[in-house]
T-cell receptor, first 117, second 113 residues
């Protein structure tokens, strides 16, 4: 199956700093990618839809200025957590949909665990 | 609005025993249904999916699921559980024409040796 890779897999940062997480589709092109956030022992909550060449679409309640999403190429989307605070600590997972046919199947990255001190 | 319910937060089974994880969905039309598995600290891996046709679908690792429209259910089953099956299992539904998935709250499976 298709491969989606995230980097870094884990990161620790100080409060107030910004952190960038990359999501790459390794063997297919993705015009759309999805960013999820997962709190411990909870489900995945969709944060935003990343669109190649245009602005991301954010879900209700997600701060656009806090979670900056860029989708500059057909294989790379980035999530930047700006001015991170301890409450931003979480597991962030990206995914990209199967290209053809469009079945709604998503391929997931390995996830990135962010810890803000 | 569409929703997915996984009634069981935790399930513990003995190795070799059968397994059934429940999933109920709320959606007006025929949904696209998925089961994903997540090992600790990892991303999600697709176990199986249902789009149309045969209501009993086979997946990887010996899992199967049955779509029952009358019960709005898509329960996951495995005849004989292995210790390596211990993980978090998520049911998800795709609705509409986009690729957004709505996930259930997950079921944590523990396997006793």
């Amino acid at each position: 199956g298709a491969v989606v890779s995230q980097h870094p897999s884990w990161v620790i940062c100080k409060s107030g700093t910004s952190v960038k997480i990359e999501c790459r589709s390794l063997d297919f092109q993705a015009t759309t990618m999805f960013w999820y956030r997962q709190f411990p022992k909870q489900s995945l909550m969709l944060m935003a839809t990343s669109n190649e060449g245009s602005k991301a679409t954010y879900e209700q309640g997600v701060e656009k200025d806090k979670f900056l999403i860029n989708h500059a190429s057909l294989t790379l989307s980035t999530l930047t957590v700006t001015s991170a605070h301890p409450e931003d600590s979480s597991f962030y997972i990206c995914s990209a949909p199967a290209v053809s046919p469009n079945t709604g199947e998503l391929f997931f990255g390995e996830g990135s665990r962010l810890t803000v001190l | 609005a569409q929703s997915v319910t996984q009634p069981d937060i935790h399930i513990t089974v003995s190795e070799g025993a059968s397994l059934e994880l429940r999933c109920n969905y709320s959606y007006g039309a025929t949904p696209y249904l998925f089961w994903y598995v997540q090992s600790p600290g990892q991303g999600l891996q697709l176990l199986l999916k249902y789009f149309s046709g045969d209501t009993l679908v086979q997946g990887i690792k010996g899992f199967e699921a049955e779509f029952k429209r009358s019960q709005s259910s898509f329960n996951l089953r495995k005849p004989s559980v292995h210790w390596s099956d211990a993980a978090e299992y998520f049911c998800a539904v795709r609705t509409g024409g986009g690729n957004k998935l709505t996930f259930g709250t997950g079921t944590q499976l523990k396997v006793e040796l």
